[in-house]
């Protein structure tokens, strides 16, 4: 079989090709039992077992302390943003760090629950660099800070996270990891909450991942729907009500191919081999190419980049498609070039595209 093209989606993304062969192996008959994934009742023990061993890796992957809940979710990343502040800012006070447009959007709708509040923009420098958290307005009577650790469209990720306690405030950080969960490790010491849609580097769109703190899971307001209260959810195992079986069925063989290929650790060798390829041909471009954001805060996973001259950008995705380099362009917001170098992407993609850029300023430079 020919080689598949490389897929720089920022979302949904590429998956593993091993993962995908799997599950179209096993589409009409899971283990023997006679039924797809799809076809199982959520409560049977075949997608029981499914269901505990995906839940057991990621706990080993992510080296997730006994006092978090793991719970598969429905409802997206957008939807945590909802759902977070329903279960924990009491309608409350919340303070958000708002470094790109996912941030931004938390901030927008946790103001429809809570009284949420700016506690520090890079907005005024174009989302190109992190507020200096010595400088977060902090307030003593949040509910939780809340933070987006990658902004997949501006491409700015911590790399590492605020200790609250050490900045003076004692109120559990939120983050929203949807896309670089399981790209590096998680200090949990210093997180309360942490939501993950699956669609970036973890499996398909309709599974969301909540890790929270055994603390955290009583503080729900009244309105907050059954369905998506933390302790409702926590106390029936993720099965208050149907799971999106098959999301967690594929995330569940995603896991296991990252613990195959050697870990979360094994991850984040490659992501830092990865993007630093690609920063390096964007940086030594001679200006063909620019990437704006500052250098300790650039995206492992995300990496928008724009061609000096925007006249060459259709002729540019024309080419790259030609080449098999598919979904390259920029989000609409921010316009140019992104390639996102998820966990699936092999450096082989990347190279090919380094090729590309570099072929391509050649041709028209
Ligand atoms: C993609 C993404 C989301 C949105 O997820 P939906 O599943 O579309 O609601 C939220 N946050 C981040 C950081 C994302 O990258």
Request: glycine letters at 10%.
């Amino acid at each position: 079989m020919s080689q598949r093209p490389f897929n720089f989606s920022a979302g949904p993304a590429v998956l593993p090709e091993s993962v995908l062969r799997t599950a179209a192996a096993e589409m009409l008959d899971w283990h023997g039992s006679g039924m797809g994934v799809m076809e199982m009742s959520h409560r049977g023990k075949e997608f029981q077992s499914i269901h505990a061993q995906a839940l057991a890796t990621v706990r080993e992957l992510l080296q997730v302390p006994s006092e978090f809940h793991i719970l598969f979710m429905q409802g997206g990343g957008l939807g945590e943003n909802a759902i977070v502040p329903l279960n924990l800012s009491g309608g409350g006070a919340v303070d958000v760090v708002v470094t790109g447009a996912w941030s931004q959007k938390s901030l927008k709708e946790a103001g429809r629950y809570a009284q949420a509040r700016v506690a520090a923009s890079g907005e005024a420098g174009g989302f190109r660099d992190i507020p200096d958290p010595r400088n977060w307005q902090l307030r003593t009577e949040a509910a939780y800070v809340h933070l987006c650790s990658n902004e997949t469209i501006h491409g700015v990720e911590f790399h590492t996270l605020p200790d609250l306690r050490a900045l003076g405030c004692d109120a559990p950080l939120v983050i929203d990891c949807s896309s670089h969960i399981l790209s590096r490790a998680i200090d949990w010491s210093r997180v309360g909450l942490a939501f993950a849609g699956a669609q970036k580097n973890i499996g398909p769109a309709g599974v969301t991942l909540v890790f929270v703190r055994e603390d955290l899971l009583d503080r729900a307001l009244p309105l907050c729907p059954s369905a998506f209260n933390y302790r409702t959810v926590a106390d029936n195992g993720s099965m208050f009500n149907t799971p999106p079986t098959y999301g967690i069925y594929i995330a569940g063989l995603v896991f296991d191919w990252i613990r195959d290929q050697g870990g979360v650790a094994e991850m984040e060798r490659r992501a830092i081999e990865k993007a630093g390829l690609l920063y390096a041909a964007l940086d030594g471009s001679g200006g063909f190419y620019r990437n704006e954001v500052a250098a300790p805060a650039r995206s492992r996973m995300n990496i928008p980049f724009f061609l000096a001259d925007p006249a060459l950008n259709e002729t540019f995705l024309a080419g790259a498609k030609e080449r098999g380099l598919l979904q390259l362009k920029g989000h609409k917001s921010v316009g140019g070039m992104r390639a996102s170098l998820y966990n699936a992407m092999p450096l082989d993609g990347v190279r090919a595209l380094v090729d590309y850029l570099q072929d391509f300023a050649h041709r028209h430079g």
